[in-house]
């Protein structure tokens, strides 16, 4: 079975800076498309970022020119640098690991961003 293990959320100020990580267990990661994901309160949860296994990046509008989506096969991790940060971009932050078109997901962790 995959694990994930993310790190890194916490309290923010706004026009600061998040940098989240995120540990798999198993086997074949770097075939995987590993993404981030966040859900706020009273909302659905929403696609942040994704990286392919062969490093194609997709953002979401609301990421793009302040985030950055990338990954080191070799610790099989995956990570999110998130500059610029704003009070709407508070929420829990999920990684996910898509393996043949299951999903699993990582327990979250809260990153808030303080006005």
């Known amino acids: 079975q995959v694990q994930l293990v993310e790190s890194g959320g916490g309290l923010v100020q706004a026009g600061g800076s998040k940098r989240l990580s995120c540990v798999a267990s198993?086997?074949?990661?770097?075939?995987?498309?590993m993404g981030w994901y966040r859900q706020a309160p009273g909302k659905q949860r929403e696609l942040v970022a994704s990286?392919?296994?062969?490093?194609?990046?997709n953002y979401a509008d609301s990421a793009k020119g302040r985030f950055t989506i990338s990954r080191d096969n070799d610790k099989k991790s995956v990570f999110l640098q998130m500059n610029s940060l704003k009070p709407e971009d508070t929420a829990v932050y999920f990684c996910?690991?898509?393996?043949?078109?299951?999903?699993?997901w990582g327990q979250g962790t809260q990153v808030t961003v303080i006005a």
């Open positions: 996910n690991l898509q393996r043949f078109g299951v999903p699993f």
């Open positions: 198993g086997s074949l990661f770097s075939i995987y498309t």
């Open positions: 990286i392919s296994g062969a490093g194609s990046t």
